[in-house]
């Protein structure tokens, strides 16, 4: 059973990009409507998976400000670091797809 005071855990996994398929057409329909259906549903999940890591790292951050009180600038300096570099990247460190054009789908 875990509690507040073991060690955290946090995975160290880096996730490849995924397959998925753009709208080539100039009238705007997807070559292959069910692969672009897919990549669009996988998208959406990388990013509440960011955004729940992202929960998570906040959540280490308060209670490690609450366990250790007046220390939290010296014991609670790894967790903060942890949620900075995190926060930092570019959409949270979601995982994106490899695009034919990255200019076109940056900062979605």
Not at 11 to 24: N, V
Request: net charge neutral; glycine share 6%; hydrophobic share 25%.
């Amino acid at each position: 059973m875990t509690d507040m005071y073991s060690e955290p855990r946090i995975s160290e996994a880096k996730l490849p990009a995924y397959g998925h398929d753009e709208r080539g057409q100039e009238n705007g329909r997807a070559h292959d409507p069910v692969k672009f259906l897919k990549s669009t549903e996988q998208r959406a999940r990388e990013r509440q998976v960011a955004y729940e890591t992202v929960r998570i790292l906040r959540k280490d951050v308060i209670d490690c400000y609450r366990k250790e009180g007046v220390n939290h600038y010296e014991k609670c300096r790894d967790v903060c670091e942890r949620y900075y570099h995190v926060v930092a990247k570019k959409d949270v460190g979601q995982v994106h797809p490899d695009w034919a054009d990255k200019a076109k789908h940056d900062g979605w």
